[in-house]
């Protein structure tokens, strides 16, 4: 059975920092491409950020842009969501998501999800 267990969530001040990890099991991890998305209370799921399967392209939210980066270790079948200068509106609940083959924005498209994680980012 395919798993998706993501870590590394929790309270931070405004203007740090929390590394997301995304650990995947019972998958051909570097066939996926690799999303990551978050959802804040009363909100839309929101795409965060993508990374294709080799890991050489990535696609960022706009808003995150040069905060966040995104990558993947295919030996460890592990993906990470690096998270710098941290925001109150960056609070949310985060999830990886796996897609088979190529990258995409829409949270629709993916075929596997984990739990999410607790993102709380305090003025």
């Known amino acids: 059975q395919v798993q998706l267990v993501e870590s590394g969530g929790g309270l931070v001040q405004a203007g740090g920092s929390l590394r997301l990890s995304c650990a995947a099991s019972?998958?051909?991890?570097?066939?996926?491409?690799m999303g990551w998305f978050r959802q804040a209370p009363g909100k839309d799921r929101e795409f965060v950020a993508t990374?294709?399967?080799?890991?050489?392209?990535?696609y960022y939210k706009d808003s995150v842009k040069g905060r966040f980066t995104i990558s993947r270790d295919n030996a460890k079948s592990t993906g990470y969501l690096q998270m710098d200068n941290l925001e109150p509106e960056d609070t949310a609940v985060y999830y990886c998501?796996?897609?088979?083959?190529?990258?995409?924005?829409?949270?629709?498209?993916?075929?596997?999800w984990g739990q999410g994680t607790q993102v709380t980012v305090s003025s």
């Open positions: 998501a796996a897609r088979l083959r190529s990258t995409s924005y829409e949270y629709t498209a993916y075929d596997y």
């Open positions: 019972a998958l051909a991890f570097s066939d996926y491409s």
């Open positions: 990374i294709s399967r080799s890991g050489v392209i990535t």
